[in-house]
C-alpha cells in the first residue's frame, strides 16, 4: 500500500476548507513572486470558438468585450437593455471579473441591429453575426490569455530567465491540472455546499451557506452569519448585502417556511445547487492529483487514458506500450469526476485514487442526486498543455512587468499555470 501524501487539510473546527498547498511540478526552480491583475488591462482573456457563427438563422451571437466585471453583470445588463430575461442568453463559459474579457454570447428572436448598438461604460460589442442555435455552456474551444506580472521578488532579467525554465518543462510535461480557487467561492467552501446536497443534509447546508462567522473576517458577514446562528433569519436577511441575492433569497424562504430547512432546501436554485457539486467532484480530483504528483505524465496499468484528440478515454493494459503516446502528449492519466458515469481504475492506477474515493462512502442515493443535479461523472485530464506560449520582459507607466501570452482547452485554469511560476497563488 503506498504512503498517502500529507497535505495540510485546512481544517477549523469541523469546517474542512479547501487546501492550496499543492505541490509545485517545477520544484526545482525557485519562484519570481510577483502580483497579477494590478490593473484591468493586466489580465486579457480571448474566447477561443468551438465554431464561428453561420450568418444565417434565428439566434444572433455578439463578440463583447467586458472590463472589470463579472459575465453574470454583463448579461445581465445588455439582457435588461434589450428587453429578454437574462436566462435566455446563452454563453459558452464565465470570464475573470477583474479583467478585460472577450467571449460570444447569443440571444434569439432579436433585431441584431439593436445589440450592434448596445453601448456601456464597461461593455463593448465588437462583432454581430446570426446563428442557427443558441450558445450553451462548454461551446468553446478554449481560451487565449494576455498577462501582466509585475512587482516581482527577483530583478527582471532573472525573472525572465526562471519563467522561461519554468515554462519549458510545463510545456513538455504538461501544467497540473488542478481546479483553481474561483472554482470555490470567496470563502473556499462551496465543495462543502455540494456534499451536503448529496448527501441531502439540508441544516448542515444552510449552516455552511449562512453561518460560520469564525470564517470570515468582514464585520458585514460576520454580522449576517451570527444573527444568522442566533435563529434571527430576518434580521440576518437585512444585515446580508443586497448583492448577496443568493444568501437573501435562501433566508427568505427559511422566513416563509417558519424554518423548516428540509422545505427551504426544497426551494433553493438548483442550478446553484449544480455549481455546488461540480466543486465537490472537483475537490475529489485535486486529491487525487495531489496524490499522483509530480508523476503527471506517467501511465499505469490499469489508468483510464484521456485521448487530447478527441476527449475519448481508454483502459491501459500495458503501460510501456501507451507510454511513448503519452510522451508526445497524444494521451494523458487522468483523475476521477466522481458519478454514475465515472470509469474505475485498476491494478496500480486505483492505488492512487481508490482510497480517497472511497473515504466519500458514496451509496446508491447519493449518486442518483448527484446524478440529479448534473454530476454524472466521468474522467478529467491531470495536466494539460499550453499552446503559443511567449515570453517577454517589458514596463510601462506601472511599472516593469513579465508578459506571457498563451492559449489554454476550455476548462483549464491560467492561475494553476502561474503558480507554478509565481510560487505564490
Request: net charge neutral; aromatic share 10%.
Amino acid at each position: 500500500m503506498r504512503k498517502r501524501k500529507h497535505i495540510s487539510d485546512g481544517r477549523d473546527g469541523d469546517i474542512e476548507l479547501i487546501r492550496h498547498d499543492f505541490p509545485y511540478l517545477t520544484d526545482d526552480v525557485p519562484g519570481i513572486g510577483g502580483v497579477i491583475k494590478k490593473i484591468p488591462d493586466d489580465f486579457r482573456v480571448e474566447e477561443i470558438a468551438q465554431y464561428e457563427p453561420s450568418g444565417e438563422g434565428t439566434h444572433v451571437f455578439a463578440f463583447v468585450e467586458k472590463r472589470n466585471m463579472t459575465t453574470t453583470d454583463m448579461i445581465a445588463e445588455i439582457a435588461r437593455v434589450i428587453g429578454v430575461r437574462r436566462n435566455e442568453v446563452g454563453y459558452a463559459g464565465r470570464k475573470d471579473s477583474r479583467a478585460v474579457t472577450r467571449q460570444w454570447i447569443s440571444f434569439e428572436h432579436v433585431d441584431p441591429e439593436q445589440i450592434a448598438q448596445f453601448q456601456s461604460r464597461k461593455i463593448k460589442v465588437l462583432k454581430v453575426c446570426r446563428h442557427g442555435n443558441k450558445l450553451k455552456i462548454g461551446h468553446l474551444a478554449g481560451n487565449r490569455f494576455t498577462l501582466r506580472i509585475r512587482q516581482m521578488d527577483v530583478p527582471i532579467g532573472e525573472a525572465l530567465w526562471r519563467a522561461q525554465a519554468v515554462l519549458d518543462v510545463l510545456v513538455r510535461a504538461g501544467v497540473p491540472n488542478y481546479f483553481g480557487p474561483q472554482r470555490f467561492g470567496y470563502r473556499q467552501d462551496t465543495h462543502l455546499l455540494g456534499e451536503a446536497a448529496v448527501k441531502r443534509d439540508a441544516r448542515l447546508f444552510f449552516d455552511i451557506l449562512l453561518g460560520k462567522p469564525e470564517l470570515d473576517t468582514e464585520e458585514t458577514f460576520i454580522r449576517a452569519r451570527t444573527l444568522y446562528e442566533q435563529g434571527d433569519y430576518q434580521a440576518a436577511y437585512e444585515a446580508w448585502l443586497p448583492n448577496f441575492r443568493d444568501h437573501r433569497y435562501a433566508l427568505k424562504d427559511l422566513i416563509r417556511e417558519g424554518g423548516d430547512v428540509e422545505r427551504a432546501f426544497e426551494m433553493f436554485d438548483r442550478q446553484l445547487l449544480g455549481l455546488f457539486v461540480a466543486a465537490w467532484q472537483s475537490d475529489l480530483f485535486n486529491r487525487v492529483l495531489v496524490e499522483r504528483m509530480p508523476r503527471i505524465d506517467t501511465l499505469f496499468k490499469g489508468d483510464m487514458a484521456y485521448k487530447h484528440d478527441n476527449g475519448a478515454c481508454f483502459k491501459v493494459e500495458d503501460a510501456a506500450v501507451e507510454q511513448p503516446r503519452c510522451d508526445r502528449f497524444e494521451i494523458s492519466p487522468t483523475g476521477p469526476l466522481v458519478g454514475v458515469k465515472m470509469a474505475a481504475l485498476s491494478d496500480e492506477a486505483a492505488d492512487y485514487e481508490n482510497p480517497l474515493i472511497d473515504s466519500l462512502q458514496l451509496n446508491d442515493e447519493d449518486l442518483r442526486w448527484l446524478k440529479h443535479y448534473g454530476g454524472r461523472g466521468g474522467r478529467r485530464p491531470l495536466r494539460f498543455q499550453p499552446k503559443q506560449v511567449q515570453v517577454s520582459a517589458g514596463s510601462d507607466h506601472h511599472g516593469e512587468f513579465l508578459q506571457l501570452e498563451f492559449e489554454l482547452p476550455s476548462g483549464c485554469y491560467a492561475t494553476t499555470m502561474l503558480r507554478e511560476l509565481m510560487k505564490r497563488i
